[in-house]
């Protein structure tokens, strides 16, 4: 075996907490963590959010976020202590030895200055080699990672390419300065599916090609499984297993890792349509205000009452924007909402009370979708308040049934949202959603900020409700796993139009439309090979072409 490029023994890190009226207290987040990397290998830490896998892989260039210390332990980059490196020397590591790729790409791009100056900066800074070979291998780097007109490609800004684009060219940035190790901090997570195959594909074949050590940090356990030699599982900052691709996917010891392999193989029986939808979008045309263009285009579906309807696609398909009409947020310029059998004004303004209490929503990021100042009882309280007038015990004693019925219970009424994890924070909000004893929930990405094990708790407790309280949901989602699980039926959107329509048997069933064939093949799947299969098969269609 060969001397390993990363070695990391009995790594400790520490920060300090700053509990409400009590004084500050030293908390461990990661304990007792080893491993080691060899160059050309890729090694991913996979585990839900707080597991520690960031920290971990920012231990790897001897730098802690936010107030983090590491306290313990050694890690060795070609043999030397890096925790032991004075400023200057890390300098010398980070950006040019040791290089990152963040889960955003837009946000850690300057708007303001163009790709091929950002992408070169940490080359040139470093003396690595002169502008023209930093801006030759920028330009071989985009050719690589199948970026359009890679010659020009630099001299583009942030703003006018898509996201996907953003994010391989963030990885051409890691890559120019000829690194020896690249840490990849959740580079697909905030990508379509459609998108995610290519920059994933982008990413190994970059990998293999340079021949750099990764580490590749996610919380898809199916995603990890498609890039890594080797994968490490962690939680609430220790190792749950360590070993092979191909034993923790085939083989896990360990029942949290069973879970993690298991992870949206719920169990829900298709429900046939009716001829009684509670809610009916008839031919509806929509634009933005000020606007010339169409956003929507002659949309018609229904929903039936206890059913559920996913309406998926990639971003800027339509789908937010369709239950932005629904909601009368944005009123149609063609078509009209139906909904219980009566006509809905098109206009939020226009729409009565019991309009507004049968149809709620619950959003995508529950962290801005409730006052931060505000205890979980008053969040939940509200709606029984301005719909039902409930007051003192009566609504406190609603709001704990509907803390029983979320899972969460009583202990929960006086509690802040900044107390709450995001999986709690998002049951809150289904509370809240409920309290006003609607006939129809918009549930819009709701699972998509969540970790997979947590989502699956959401999905399930979702589902349940359902049966309890015969609720409709809109569910919209670009998550093809998520609607596998969930759905009755499905309306698949692509730039602002229905492609295909039907019960979740019929949508998911052959022959598909071109789009549809794309968005199911792309989502990942269990299994070691997959990636290779897809940008294989979608290789000898495109020359069948």
């Known amino acids: 075996m060969a001397d390993p490029l990363l070695k990391v023994t009995d790594l400790k890190i520490e920060a300090t907490a700053y509990p409400p009226g009590e004084p500050p207290q030293d908390i461990t987040i990661v304990e007792d963590i080893s491993f080691a990397l060899e160059k050309g290998r890729v090694l991913g830490l996979i585990g839900e959010s707080g597991a520690g896998k960031s920290t971990i892989g920012l231990s790897a260039m001897a730098y802690g976020r936010g107030g983090v210390r590491i306290t313990g332990g050694e890690v060795l980059v070609n043999g030397r202590d890096i925790l032991k490196l004075g400023v200057s020397g890390l300098k010398r590591l980070r950006g040019a030895e040791v290089t ?26 470093h003396g690595r080699t002169s502008k023209r070979k930093a801006a030759a291998r920028a ?94 599982v962690l939680r609430d900052g220790h190792r749950i297993e360590y070993g092979a691709a191909d034993q923790i996917i085939n083989d896990p010891q360990e029942d949290y890792t069973r879970a993690l392999v298991s992870v949206r193989s719920i169990d829900h029986e298709e429900k046939q349509p009716t001829d009684d939808p509670v809610m009916q979008a008839s031919n509806v045309t929509a634009r933005y205000k000020g606007t010339k263009f169409d956003v929507l285009h002659d949309i018609s579906v229904a929903l039936d009452a206890g059913q559920t309807l996913a309406v998926v696609g990639e971003s800027g398909s339509g789908k937010s924007t369709l239950a932005r009409v629904i909601t009368g947020l944005l009123p149609p310029s063609r078509g009209q909402i139906s909904f219980a059998g009566r006509r809905l004004s098109a206009d939020l303004a226009g729409r009565s009370r019991e309009d507004l209490r049968e149809l709620q929503m619950i959003y995508q990021m529950a962290d801005v979708a409730m006052n931060p100042r505000q205890t979980v009882g008053t969040i939940i309280g509200r709606p029984l308040e301005f719909y039902f007038g409930h007051r003192g015990a009566e609504k406190r ?75 409709a949901y809109l569910f919209i989602t670009h998550d093809l796993a998520t609607v596998r699980a969930i759905a009755d039926s499905i309306a698949v959107m692509y730039q602002g139009r229905v492609v295909r329509y039907g019960t979740k048997s019929q949508v998911l069933s052959p022959p598909f439309d071109d789009y549809t064939d794309l968005l199911l093949s792309s989502v990942p799947e269990m299994k070691l090979g997959w990636l290779e299969e897809v940008i294989a098969h979608r290789k000898m269609e495109s020359a069948g072409h």
């Open 397 to 471: 004693r609603r709001v704990i049934e509907l803390l029983d019925k979320i899972e969460l219970g009583a202990g929960y009424i006086d509690r802040y949202p900044a107390e709450l994890s995001g999986g709690q924070k998002q049951r809150v909000c289904i509370a809240r959603a409920l309290a006003a004893e609607p006939r129809l929930i918009i549930c819009d990405e709701v699972t998509s900020a969540l970790d997979p094990l947590v989502a699956d708790g959401i999905l399930k407790l979702l589902l349940e409700l359902q049966k309890i309280e015969n609720v």
């Open 139 to 232: 330009v071989s780097l985009f050719a690589k990672l199948g970026l359009p007109d890679p010659e020009n490609f630099g001299n583009r800004y942030p703003h006018q390419v898509s996201g996907g684009q953003l994010q391989r060219a963030m990885t051409a940035l890691a890559l120019c300065p000829e690194p020896e190790l690249v840490i990849f901090d959740e580079p697909t997570t905030a990508l379509d599916v459609t998108t995610q195959i290519d920059v994933l594909a982008a990413i190994k074949d970059a990998i293999r090609d340079t021949g750099v050590a990764a580490l590749y940090i996610t919380h898809d356990l199916a995603v990890v499984a498609q890039v890594s030699d080797e994968i490490m």
């Open 100 to 125: 990152y790729v963040a889960q955003s790409a837009a946000a850690a791009f300057n708007p303001a200055r163009k790709i091929m100056e950002q992408v070169t900066e940490a080359t040139l800074a």
